[in-house]
């Protein structure tokens, strides 16, 4: 049950990250989307959902790799 959750967990931030990168698709081909009133606002949008979901993916990556001591030794929490 768990292993659900954490996969839940992963794809959600997935599922903003890739509308994210359709909103600056769009922005590139000149669709402006319903709610959003100018083509640079929609590709602000776009990039902030990216980076955020790109971010909490990673992050949470990390943060399993570190705690299975299976990153670097500069990124584990004890210093040696």
């Keep these: 049950m768990s292993r659900i959750?954490?996969?839940?967990i992963m794809v959600i931030p997935g599922l903003i990250a890739a509308y994210g990168i359709k909103l600056m698709r769009d922005m590139t081909f000149g669709i402006l989307q319903p709610p959003i009133p100018f083509l640079w606002v929609?590709?602000?949008?776009?990039?902030?959902?990216f980076l955020g979901g790109l971010s909490f993916v990673a992050g949470f990556i990390f943060y399993r790799d570190r705690k299975r001591n299976k990153v670097q030794k500069k990124f584990s929490r004890v210093q040696k």
Excluded: D, K, N
């Excluded at 959750?5 to 839940?8: E, F, P, R, T, V």
């Excluded at 929609?42 to 959902?49: A, P, S, V």
């Design 5 to 8: 959750i954490a996969l839940i």
């Design 42 to 49: 929609q590709f602000l949008i776009g990039l902030l959902f």
